[in-house]
């Protein structure tokens, strides 16, 4: 394996595993790669490690992020105008490993992979120092030949579950998946709110009952109360558009300020 893993990063179910007995809840906080551009992510990649958080996800920047909201379809959009790809993204990754253990998710739609090719971009990635992958426009089953290479290369295939996912699917979604199941926190795309929906810690709490992976809950937190009440019910607590707001606004020192306040509310 080459020298990007040097660090040797721990594994999802790790991490997880190791919060869990210290009693805290995991940070999962998302960066769209190449936004502002290139040279930014690097630093911002260290803010988040540096910062608390537990788990990165970094967002390949796609044409038609259907899933995101417009903080991070416009991210998206800048980075690809910089000129960030699919290897470039697996480039920073192999970069931010040499300087840091925190475990990465590759966060991107089917379209990048498939035109990178799904057998090279899973070993890639992989060798990059990716501990996992989200395809948020691959349902669960869909194409089980596909989740066998990622999965056989050694990334968890983390599963998405919503609101709208029929109760009697729930299981079935789950136990296909690796890492930690994504519960989103309301219908739609991503983008940050004032308040978190009504009844969103009582479902949580069902699933329990349902899904033996951790549960992280995201979509719309964005503030350290937020975090803090989520942090009460899931296992993980996942911002994005906020941080990428952050970034914009504010740069690298914005981001730290805003991850730092979100560590301190997670643990709170």
Do not use: K, W
């Not at 795309?189 to 004032?194: I, Q």
């Not at 329990?208 to 899931?234: E, K, N, W």
């Amino acid at each position: 394996m080459s020298d990007a893993t040097s660090l040797g990063a721990p594994t999802l179910q790790e991490t997880f595993d190791r919060l869990a007995h210290e009693g805290r809840t995991a940070l999962i906080a998302y960066l769209t790669c190449g936004f502002p551009d290139a040279s930014v992510t690097p630093g911002a990649l260290d803010a988040l490690a540096e910062e608390g958080a537990d788990v990165i996800e970094l967002g390949i920047p796609f044409s038609d992020p259907l899933a995101d909201g417009p903080v991070i379809q416009a991210s998206s959009f800048r980075a690809l105008e910089g000129g960030m790809t699919v290897a470039g993204t697996l480039e920073v990754l192999r970069d931010f490993r040499r300087r840091h253990p925190t475990p990465v998710v590759i966060f991107t739609y089917l379209n990048p992979v498939l035109r990178y090719g799904l057998e090279r971009f899973a070993s890639d990635a992989r060798d990059a120092g990716a501990q996992g992958i989200l395809l948020t426009d691959l349902p669960a089953g869909a194409d089980p030949e596909m989740e066998a290479t990622l999965s056989g290369a050694g990334l968890d295939v983390v599963r998405l579950l919503a609101p709208t996912t029929p109760a009697e699917r729930v299981g079935r979604v789950a136990t296909g998946g690796g890492g930690f199941v994504y519960y989103i926190s309301r219908t739609g795309v991503t983008g940050t709110r004032e308040a978190l929906r009504e009844g969103l810690l009582d479902e949580v709490s069902r699933l329990r009952a349902a899904v033996s992976l951790p549960i992280a809950v995201g979509f719309g937190i964005s503030t350290a109360d937020q975090a803090r009440s989520v942090a009460g019910v899931a296992d993980g607590v996942v911002v994005g558009s906020a941080l990428v707001r952050a970034l914009d606004e504010d740069g690298i020192a914005g981001l730290r300020s805003l991850t730092a306040a979100l560590r301190a509310g997670v643990d709170a």
